[in-house]
Nanobody
Framework: VTLVESGGGVVLPGGSQRLSCTVTGSPFSVRRMAWYRQAPGKQRELVAS??????NYADAVRGRFSISRDNSKNIVYLQMNRLQPEDMAIYYCNAEVQYSKVSYDYVELWGQGTLVTVLS
């Protein structure tokens, strides 16, 4: 089971971008899904998360970013609007995965990261 991200790239300030993350390998269950980001010289921080339909956002992105998921395909999206230079970072997908019906524990997985560059 792995997380595969896509959608990063270069965008102008005020622009929009959508990130996607697919959980591959057909896990038995995917619980919480989230997006984190890490800017140069800074710690990784939570951007948004979704669990059982409930969403949570960092103050810096609330109202501009939207997280959603397609449970049938195990995909989580991050729609980013009104992007600013301070949003430039490597964005990481994160998911809590139950590998099989007999493995009761959830394992936390990370994607490889996708770079979002906002020109200034």
């Amino acid at each position: 089971v792995t997380l595969v991200e896509s959608g990063g790239g270069v965008v102008l300030p005020g622009g929009s971008q959508r990130l996607s993350c697919t959980v591959t390998g057909s896990p038995f269950s995917v619980r919480r899904m989230a997006w984190y980001r890490q800017a140069p010289g800074k710690q990784r921080e939570l951007v948004a998360s979704v669990i059982r339909g409930n969403t949570n956002y960092a103050d810096a992105v609330r109202g501009r970013f939207s997280i959603s998921r397609d449970n049938s395909k195990n995909i989580v999206y991050l729609q980013m609007n009104r992007l600013q230079p301070e949003d430039m970072a490597i964005y990481y997908c994160n998911a809590e995965v139950q590998y099989s019906k007999v493995s009761y524990d959830y394992v936390e997985l990370w994607g490889q990261g996708t770079l979002v560059t906002v020109l200034s």
